[in-house]
């Protein structure tokens, strides 16, 4: 069903596939996978006392095809060995981990109904459970209105999009910010969005149910979703504001707490490059 645009189900929503390595922890420390794994844990308080889920959204993820993507992190396999093909498969693995990791925790979120990821990629690569539409180009933005329009066509609730590169997201932040959303809904607000860790990109916009989704992404987006009257949402959210786009982008994602997926390449690929770009400890510098 790939080629007729939709497939409605791939992979069950584990990761099995995904590499299991732990990255080493130092002394006295849990390894970020441990970490990201503890996170994972079905959190009782997040369901009523019936168990029933309070699921708030559909949640479209769009992933752009793998050779194009993620050009700003091609200095993460600039040294390693081998030749430019190489560094070209290790460069589109790393994009596909980044999106794993961040279908991984989306996926384990309470609140997200169902997951559109909106892609040119084959279903089983991405390894998520949820339902595919094909990317017809256009761009991002191209992108996150089919995966609405997909949504909004079988007659959805909340509709909300995910940016895929969020590899230290944690499903109780995306479950903290849908929640967030969600109250400011209920007082008439339109939109909301959360902004990347610099203040200025978006990784997360949501509309209101019954409301379209406009996406702004690109250069720029927070303001752009600001003008156009979605409310900026605040909430302590490293991961979900950790957007990864360059090399000391991911060096803080690690600082945080990968998904297996990153965490696997970066101890196979990359090690030496993030240790490069680390930046100095700022706790609570998102
Ligand atoms: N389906 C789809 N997703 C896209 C497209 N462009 C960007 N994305 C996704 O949108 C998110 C944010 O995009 P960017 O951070 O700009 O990613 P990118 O274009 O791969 O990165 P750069 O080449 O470094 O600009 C990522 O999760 C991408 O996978 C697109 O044309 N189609
Ligand atoms: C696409 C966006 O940004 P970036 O390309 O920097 O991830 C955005 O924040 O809307």
């Keep these: ?62 992933v752009k095809e793998l050779r194009r993507a993620k050009s700003r992190l091609a200095p993460a396999v600039a040294d390693l060995p081998g030749d430019d093909a190489d560094r070209e498969q290790a460069h589109r693995a790393l994009a596909l981990a980044l999106a794993r990791d961040t279908l991984r925790a989306a996926r384990a979120a309470h609140r997200v109904g169902r997951l559109v990821v909106v892609t040119a990629e084959p279903a089983e690569r991405l390894g998520a459970g949820g339902e595919l539409v094909r990317d017809e180009g256009g761009g991002l933005n191209a992108a996150v209105r089919r995966g609405a329009a997909h949504l909004h066509g079988a007659g959805a609730r909340a509709v909300a999009a995910l940016q895929a590169d969020l590899p230290a997201l944690r499903p109780e932040e995306l479950d903290d910010a849908l929640r967030r959303a969600s109250a400011l809904f209920a007082g008439g607000a339109g939109a909301a969005f959360v902004a990347d860790h610099a203040g200025t990109g978006t990784t997360l916009l949501v509309a209101a149910p019954g409301r379209p989704l406009r996406p702004r992404f690109g250069p720029g987006s927070a303001w752009a979703h600001a003008r156009s009257g979605a409310v900026a949402l605040d909430g302590d959210w490293p991961g979900l504001r950790g957007d990864v786009d360059t090399v000391a982008d ?37």
């Excluded at 844990?41 to 959204?57: E, F, I, L, N, Y």
């Excluded at 998904?259 to 400890?281: K, M, N």
């Design 1 to 62: 069903m790939f080629d007729a645009a939709v497939d409605p189900a791939f992979g069950s929503g584990a990761d099995e596939s995904a590499p299991t390595r732990a990255v080493s922890p130092g002394p006295g420390e849990r390894s970020s996978e441990t970490r990201h794994r503890h996170s994972l844990r079905p959190r009782c308080a997040d369901r009523g006392q019936t168990g029933a889920v309070d699921v708030a959204v559909d949640l479209v993820v769009p």
């Design 250 to 286: 991911l060096a803080r994602a690690r600082a945080l707490g990968t998904g297996p997926a990153t965490s696997a390449w970066c101890d196979d690929h990359a090690a030496r490059s993030v240790t490069d770009h680390a930046p100095a400890p700022t706790p609570g510098g998102y």
